[in-house]
């Protein structure tokens, strides 16, 4: 049993060899642009509307009004980078119902990827939104000598959060796959349900605690 995505070949073409995690990957994101395109090409504002224009409408507004609980500021500048992170994962995870399909967030290098772009995203809302002295105003607060131990911190909460979501995405694979080489009957697709929600959940707790990092970034009394 493979641990990673990363171990499964998909193409090999001389020199170039693609895996699991980077197929999968482009697969995700290409029915994400695909499905936006083809829901917002015939966007209605009267009162009759697709379903799946409503569909979309619902996620949004969900993801907006989270954004704005947690932030207590307009969502408006947060709501392209957080709702693109949310659902890239939790279509990643989902679609692991689909045989021979591995889920990329499985993948210790996609999920350093994911949050590496949050370790970036962090102090670039900061600096947009108070300014670039007033966001470093946080590494030396109360004192300039807390200042290693801030960098050691957002350093630190970074890391956690790559570990976190591969760990319980791979610990999940890992136990369905035992599972169905032990009881291959109704215990194994019981497992896969909850592998399904332990998805959802590491979706929403991934987007969450990007948005909380943001957020203390962007606070003018961030500390």
Known sequence: MELSPDQITIVELGPVTLNATLVFTWLVMGILAGGSWLITRNLSTGTEISRWQNLLE?????????????TGQDPSDYLPFIGTLFLFISLANLLSVVPGYEPPTGSLSTT????????VAVPLYGVAKRGFFGYLKNYIEPTPFMLPFNLVSEISRTVALA?????NIMSGRILV????SIIPLLLPTVLQVLELIVGQIQA????TLATVYIASGTSETAA
Do not use: N, P
């Open 58 to 70: 619902a996620i949004v507004t969900t993801i907006r009004d989270q954004i704005r609980a947690i």
């Open 163 to 167: 570990i976190r979501l591969f760990g």
């Open 112 to 119: 350093a990827a994911l949050t590496a772009c949050v370790f």
């Open 204 to 207: 929403y707790i991934f987007a």
């Open 177 to 180: 796959g035992i599972m169905l």
